[in-house]
């Protein structure tokens, strides 16, 4: 699971990250059924070369560069726990799609 920052804050995205750089993961396709699967829970999902599923965070921020949202990060449990609630989530979501990959090498 990961969960990705970039722009200093202005984009946050979180799922299912992959290892493209590889040789074993990079020739290997995106498994379909997963971010199906994830799809139904986050419907922008998507497949990336760096992610098996990818999405684009909107809650509990969707620009975490702004000084209310920092301000929010630092007074307000609930803001890491709605993180940590989706990233649970996505990888509940994950977890058996994960374990047949790994079980097929």
């Known amino acids: ?17 992959r290892d493209a750089g590889k040789e074993h993961i990079k020739k290997r396709s ?7 699967a994830v799809s139904k829970r986050y419907p922008t999902a998507s497949a990336r070369k760096w ?8 809650s509990p921020a969707a ?6 949202v920092l301000w929010q990060m630092h007074t307000d449990p609930r803001f890491l726990e709605d993180v940590a609630e989706q990233l649970l ?6 977890e058996p799609f994960v374990d047949k990959l790994v079980g097929t090498k």
């Open 1 to 17: 699971m990961e969960l990705n920052v970039w722009d200093y804050g202005q984009g946050v995205t979180l799922g299912l990250g």
């Open 89 to 94: 989530e996505v990888a509940k979501i994950s």
């Open 63 to 68: 620009d975490w560069q702004k000084p209310k």
């Open 51 to 58: 992610w098996e599923a990818a999405v684009y965070m909107q």
């Open 30 to 36: 995106h498994c379909a059924e997963l971010l199906t």
